[in-house]
């Protein structure tokens, strides 16, 4: 190990920056609801149409 190694953790200057950091955008990398609740509601339309037709035709 080198004579001059500072340990990081030992700041508490570089320590707060690290905690203060922001995270990685986990978020931005999630798919999209949004064509599942589309899908979901159409088929759901599909349904009740299709009992509607049952029941008066």
Avoid: C, H, K
Wanted: proline fraction near 9%.
């Amino acid at each position: 190990m080198a004579e001059n190694y500072t340990d990081p953790s030992g700041n508490t200057a570089q320590f707060r920056a690290f905690v203060d950091s922001p995270e990685p955008a986990a978020s931005a990398s999630a798919p999209s609801r949004l064509p599942l609740i589309a899908g979901v509601a159409v088929a759901a339309v599909v349904v009740v149409a299709l009992v509607a037709w049952l029941a008066l035709g």
